[in-house]
């Protein structure tokens, strides 16, 4: 009943919103320059590969979050819908949120962590701890 | 028997705590101010022992004095670079002008050597040679791996050397005088810069040691090495009460056996929440530290 | 203007509002390795405001404000009597212990068909007030700068002031100040509240920006680089902070001048600025010595 009213209070406060959250999937490997490395992005919303929007991609470390400025790339579509691929250049291996810039028919950011390393990225992995 | 598992696990990484916490207060005890460039200082000195053992067959040993001596020359320029620069000719005071800008100064080095470090070596993590490549010794129900005794008996031998060079040599009495009154001390002919930068070494000498046995202790190297030596050592020379030596070791161990044992009993997470817990608490009811508790062998000026 | 640039404008920006946390303190005389914790309160705080209570900005940003100063007066109580690395090792026991606080929260409910909400060190995601309002990032640009004007400008009319004065001579002696009857403790206290929701507003509008935060984006680097970047900058003005974000974030790295090298390069920089500025690059005596300059006219 509380989240209910709770949730009948954010909607109504709420200036008209989007109706689902895009989201996406990304898949590094590395192009061959050192920290080079050519991404495929697959975007979807409400489960539907997302068309006609433009993908600017930048970088970020968690853990210093405003000063690496990772150049942001512009992503081009491929070949399926909802794929786009995009060419990044990092700073260092190691964990890095891949913010996804979409704009045109959707506006959002989506923020994507990837443990960036030789040969390409993989999940992110928890923090290591030294003991 | 966790419990007694646990003190010993405590006790092992206490031993590293003990050291990097000696030669923060070594220079904290004579200089004044706080060295953070202390732990990228021992972070270079490994990364490079490590560059060398990859490209040839080095022993132990012989990895060890490269890593002393690197991180002894990295030490050099940032005492040349951060702390010679800044000596205050009157008081202690860490806040002062001088104070903070030495601080910062040692902070932006830190910076420098870990870029230096991962540009030397870029991965997250590379083997280190082993000190010991078997099986935990079993003592009874408790298991005790080797390394740790290695390592505790490495401990206690540079402990036993430092205070035979600091109780019985002339550079030892130049340096207590120095903890003890850094003005009378250059009054009464001492030669305070160069003591200040043995002092500089001596303590880079025992952390490039720490340093090289942690990552010989564990097979491998990571860069998080120079934060985690920053942190730590940092902590239990607080804890111990800062300025003061014994306090320094004693600090580290009970660091080591708190850590253990909230992990054991809470978690990972709540072990490093206890840590600062009681830190804060001691440094908001007693700032001395342990060492405001022990009578003898303190110095007997606060060193705030 | 490019993204790109909108991009390091507005983190120019955000640094700016942690570097001038601990410029505040600093003047006092308070060393604080700890401005990250309160920042990231601000972050949380705003976050769960807009994401999961459905407030506006401006709302969420008070309350993040609020939060801000209220923590870091808590921690400033006990600590108090504390000086120079005491205060600072002080600081950063009360930061990490917050940060740490923030990986153990898990509070999530389901808003628009998403889980919102704080995840522990998975971070909290779905802070998108700005994109759920339309808010371009120029506009959001123009805002961070806004607010950071105003908060300059009242901090710079601040410092003329006797208050300024007040806060300084307690910075440089304590001991006299208390002897002058100035209740030092109270004035650092009040420095303290500032400080905190100084930090707590870049917090709040670093979340939003960033629609995601995770405690790992407030640990001690990014403290002790604003400490930095305040003391380089200079700590006679309050535009020095200002001066040694945009040196670093501006023109080093974001030219990418130095690219791989920036650290070192940086690093070598700030070091040997402090050997011949221990008080950054505007200290008291520079800005004295342009104050003098440009109104050299004025009878």
């Avoid at chain 1, 390409?120 to 030294?130: D, N, T, V």
């Avoid at chain 2, 490209?55 to 004095?65: F, H, I, K, N």
């Avoid at chain 2, 078997?134 to 003592?139: I, K, M, N, Q």
């Avoid at chain 3, 490019?2 to 005389?29: C, R, W």
């Amino acid at each position: 009943m509380k989240r209910f009213i709770a949730f009948a209070l954010f909607a109504g406060l709420a200036l008209p919103a989007q109706a689902a959250h895009p989201e996406a999937k990304v898949d590094c490997k590395a192009a061959g320059d050192k920290y080079v490395y050519d991404c495929m992005i697959r975007l979807s919303q409400d489960g539907k590969p997302l068309t006609g929007v433009e993908v600017t991609v930048g970088a970020d470390m968690p853990t210093m979050p405003m000063a690496h400025s990772v150049k942001p790339a512009k992503a081009k579509p491929g070949k399926d819908p909802g794929m786009y691929h995009v060419r990044i250049e990092l700073e260092m291996h190691g964990e890095w949120a891949l913010k996804l810039q979409l704009s045109g028919a959707v506006r959002d950011l989506i923020v994507v962590k990837q443990q960036f390393g030789d040969e390409g990225s993989g999940h992110a992995g928890q923090k290591m701890q030294m003991k | 028997m966790d419990f007694a598992q646990n003190t010993l696990d405590g006790l092992t990484s206490g031993a590293a705590y003990a050291l990097l916490a000696v030669g923060f207060t070594l220079i904290f005890g004579t200089l004044r101010r706080a060295n953070l460039a202390y732990g990228a200082c021992i972070l270079f000195g490994v990364y490079i022992a490590t560059w060398v053992a990859q490209r040839s067959d080095a022993g132990l040993a012989t990895l060890a004095l490269v890593a002393v001596a690197a991180c002894v020359l990295a030490g050099a320029y940032v005492e040349r670079l951060c702390f010679a620069p800044h000596r205050e000719r009157r008081g202690n005071q860490v806040a002062s002008g001088a104070g903070i800008a030495a601080m910062v100064a040692s902070f932006a080095l830190w910076m420098q050597f870990e870029e230096a470090a991962t540009l030397l070596l870029p991965r997250h993590m590379y083997a280190f040679p082993a000190l010991y490549e078997g099986a935990p010794l079993a003592l009874g129900p408790l298991s005790l791996r080797v390394e740790a005794i290695v390592l505790f008996a490495a401990t206690a031998c540079l402990l036993a050397v430092l205070w035979l060079v600091l109780q019985r040599s002339r550079f030892g009495v130049a340096v207590r005088a120095l903890i003890d009154d850094p003005l009378a001390a250059g009054l009464c002919g001492i030669p305070v810069a160069r003591v200040f930068a043995l002092v500089f070494a001596l303590a880079s000498a025992i952390g490039g040691i720490a340093g090289f046995l942690v990552v010989a202790a564990h097979g491998q190297v990571t860069p998080h090495l120079g934060m985690w030596a920053t942190l730590k050592g940092m902590l239990a020379m607080m804890i111990g009460g800062l300025g003061s030596l014994p306090g320094a070791v004693l600090g580290g161990f009970l660091l080591g056996l708190l850590e253990s044992h909230s992990q054991w009993y809470l978690g990972p997470q709540s072990r490093d929440l206890i840590a600062y817990l009681l830190l804060f608490t001691l440094l908001a009811l007693r700032p001395g530290g342990l060492a405001s508790w022990m009578t003898r062998w303190t110095s007997t000026r606060s060193a705030s | 203007m490019d993204e790109y640039t909108i991009g390091v404008l507005t983190n120019i920006g955000l640094f700016s509002f942690i570097a001038l946390s601990a410029y505040l303190l600093l003047l006092a005389g308070e060393l604080s390795f700890g401005q990250q914790a309160f920042f990231g309160i601000g972050a949380y705080v705003g976050g769960i405001g807009t994401a999961l209570l459905g407030w506006p900005l401006p709302l969420a940003a008070l309350a993040a404000m609020a939060a801000g100063a209220a923590a870091q007066t808590l921690v400033g109580l006990p600590t108090l009597r504390l000086r120079g690395l005491y205060f600072a090792m002080a600081t950063l026991a009360a930061a990490e212990m917050i940060r740490i606080v923030l990986e153990l929260i898990h509070f999530q409910r389901v808003v628009d068909g998403a889980l919102v909400g704080p995840d522990g060190t998975q971070g909290f995601r779905g802070i998108r007030w700005i994109f759920e309002h339309g808010i371009e990032p120029a506009a959001f640009l123009a805002l961070v700068w806004s607010l950071l004007a105003c908060v300059v400008l009242l901090l710079a009319w601040i410092e003329r002031s006797r208050l300024g004065a007040v806060v300084r001579m307690v910075g440089e002696d304590p001991e006299l100040a208390a002897v002058l009857g100035i209740d030092v403790g109270r004035l650092k206290l009040g420095v303290a509240a500032v400080a905190g929701a100084l930090a707590a507003l870049g917090g709040v509008l670093f979340a939003h920006v960033n629609t995601y935060v995770e405690p790992r984006n407030f640990d001690i680097m990014l403290g002790v680089h604003s400490l930095a970047y305040a003391l380089i900058g200079g700590l006679g003005t309050v535009f020095g902070p200002l001066l040694g974000v945009a040196l670093d974030i501006g023109a080093l790295e974001s030219t990418r001048l130095f690219h791989g090298y920036r650290m070192i390069v940086f690093g070598g920089v700030v070091a040997l600025i402090l050997v011949w500025r221990p008080r950054g690059l505007l200290d008291e005596r520079a800005v004295d010595w342009l104050g003098r300059r440009l109104w050299r006219r004025t009878p």
